[in-house]
């Protein structure tokens, strides 16, 4: 992962200077009188009518606090678009700003210009650093930050950054006319404003390379590898901003010397066996795919033994496979585990219903009959887009007295449980809804899947089972095993469910394990720790 070493080099440097420069016009202002004389020197001219009002006006509409505002909303926005980093930053930014701001003025305790004009509450408190043009910069910087991030044209990004340098300049000169502060506490608020976004980029990592380092790095890669090909395939409900992520997927590639990528969108009919046909018909280095766990087990399941590494984009509401998996939630850092992570083999689980070998499935995170299968089928679509996980957890209140049923359950050939059952559930990971370690042993590394079959009877019996796995305790009344086929057999048709998606009813369930079915593009560390957690 060199790039991201890199990264944290141009980082770190930009941080660190920042925060010299402000430290040294913090030291200038306090200790030298030169700067007294010069702001003594360019008083500005005395206002009188309109004038007056007008600046008065502006002083008014863009104080800290329009900024904070303007950042929560951007802030909003970068969360529906899974910009983690991105919205972590804009909120850090001007908050750091305001605060470092207003705890400096307090110690150095450095007076404001003689009062000209009537008292204004826009003018309160100590002068040094500005902390109006301290939050009007990170505000500033951010929204170029933003567009970036988001890959704009390079014509909207150079015009962005014209008008938000004029934006800081006229709100400076805006705080100087009306007498707020003197013009070295203005700059002053300007590299603090610097300084605030710098840490709030390298705190949550969005500084990015210096133009010159990733077309340089570019044309390298491209000379080492030519013509690597990279198919897309998105749920374009999830991604939401279309344009947005089509625009990062394609700076991606150009960045790395790979040809444009080919975009494939899944449909309503279709969520995604047609698109990764056509992907696999492509032969590409590497296929992307984002969406929900749903468009992700399709994928999944139609690469299977074609050695194509897939790179995966969580843009669903659990996510189980990336969290699994260690891959981040965040774009950004997802996209560079897809081009730059290590491919590792995967596991995936096969699986037939009532004896259909020919159209047999894969799931990559779990699947089972039973009371699974009608929690996944009641959760209310609507709910889930605005309250997440939680809607799964309000079907599986609505669910809870749902009677066993008959159920047959064999493990490699062994009878395992031949009497009434609720849930029979198999897993090919440890974790699902929550982070709850629902099948402890679980990895998709061992070329096993884990077996679970349980009856609990009533709400009571419900909560107590919950709370055992939550204090990760072992419950007598579940079945725990490890396998590599699993038989299930009821004595009437049931839900079943592959990865959160009920897809039927059945009354035979064979799931058998696949070792290393898929490539994924995987971050070192998860791998290793996995690997240690097998040893």
């Not at 309109?50 to 505002?69: D, F, I, K, Q, S």
């Not at 910009?83 to 972590?88: D, E, G, I, W």
């Not at 700059?187 to 980029?201: D, N």
């Not at 894969?362 to 009371?371: K, N, Q, R, S, T």
């Amino acid at each position: 992962m060199q790039r991201s070493r890199r990264v944290s080099k141009f980082a770190v440097g930009g941080l660190v200077g920042s925060i010299v420069a402000f430290a040294l016009w913090t030291w200038l202002v306090h200790s030298n009188s030169l700067l007294d004389d010069f702001d003594r020197a360019i008083r500005p001219p005395l206002l009188g009518g309109a004038w007056l009002e007008v600046n008065r006006a502006v002083a008014v509409v863009t104080l800290p606090v329009v900024g904070m505002l303007l950042c929560c909303l951007a802030l909003f926005w970068a969360l529906r678009r899974r910009l983690r980093n991105l919205a972590f930053a804009l909120f850090l930014a001007p908050a750091v700003a305001w605060s470092l701001s207003a705890a400096l003025s307090v110690v150095i305790a450095r007076a404001r210009p003689p009062l000209r004009y009537d008292p204004s509450f826009t003018l309160r408190g100590p002068g040094y650093p500005s902390q109006d043009l301290a939050v009007i910069t990170a505000v500033a910087l951010m929204a170029v930050v933003v567009a970036t991030v988001t890959r704009a044209h390079f014509r909207t990004l150079r015009s962005l950054r014209f008008w938000m340098v004029l934006l800081v300049a006229v709100m400076a000169v805006n705080r100087w006319l009306v007498g707020a502060a003197w013009a070295s506490d203005l700059v002053g608020g300007i590299l603090l404003g610097v300084a605030a976004t710098s840490a709030a980029g390298t705190i949550s990592g969005l500084v990015r390379e210096p133009v010159w380092f990733t077309l340089r790095r570019a044309r390298d890669t491209a000379a080492a590898s030519p013509g690597r090909a990279c198919a897309v395939i998105y749920n374009p409900v999830k991604v939401g901003d279309e344009a947005t992520f089509r625009r990062r997927v394609e700076h991606e590639c150009a960045t790395r010397g790979w040809d444009a990528p080919q975009f494939l969108t899944t449909t309503v009919d279709d969520p995604g066996y047609a698109m990764t046909t056509e992907a696999k018909a492509l032969r590409p280095d590497l296929v992307l795919v984002a969406g929900g766990d749903g468009t992700v087990r399709v994928v999944c399941s139609e690469l299977a033994h074609s050695e194509i590494p897939l790179g995966i984009i969580a843009a669903g509401t659990a996510n189980l496979l990336a969290r699994n998996l260690g891959i981040p939630l965040d774009e950004s850092e997802a996209l560079e585990t897809a081009f730059e992570g290590i491919a590792t083999p995967t596991d995936l689980v096969k699986v037939t219903i009532d004896g259909d070998r020919r159209h047999a499935e894969h799931f990559a995170v779990m699947g089972g009959l039973g009371i699974d299968g009608k929690v996944m089928a009641q959760t209310n679509a609507e709910l889930k887009r605005v309250v997440k996980s939680v809607a799964y957890f309000v079907a599986v209140a609505q669910n809870l007295n749902t009677p066993p049923v008959q159920a047959t359950v064999t493990l490699d050939g062994k009878l395992v449980n031949d009497n009434p059952a609720t849930l029979m559930l198999v897993g090919n990971v440890a974790e699902v809804q929550a982070g709850l370690a629902m099948f402890p042993h679980g990895t998709p590394f061992d070329g096993e899947l884990d077996l679970i079959v349980t009856s609990p009877r009533g709400f009571g019996q419900w909560v107590r089972w919950g709370l055992k796995l939550l204090r990760k305790q072992v419950s007598h009344s579940v079945t725990e095993m490890q396998g590599r086929k699993v038989e299930i057999k009821v004595g009437e048709p049931m839900p079943y469910q592959f990865d959160g998606d009920t897809l039927g009813m059945a009354s035979s369930f064979v799931a058998e394990v696949v070792p290393g079915a898929v490539t994924i593009m995987t971050r070192p560390y998860k791998v290793s720790n996995q690997a240690r957690a097998l040893r």
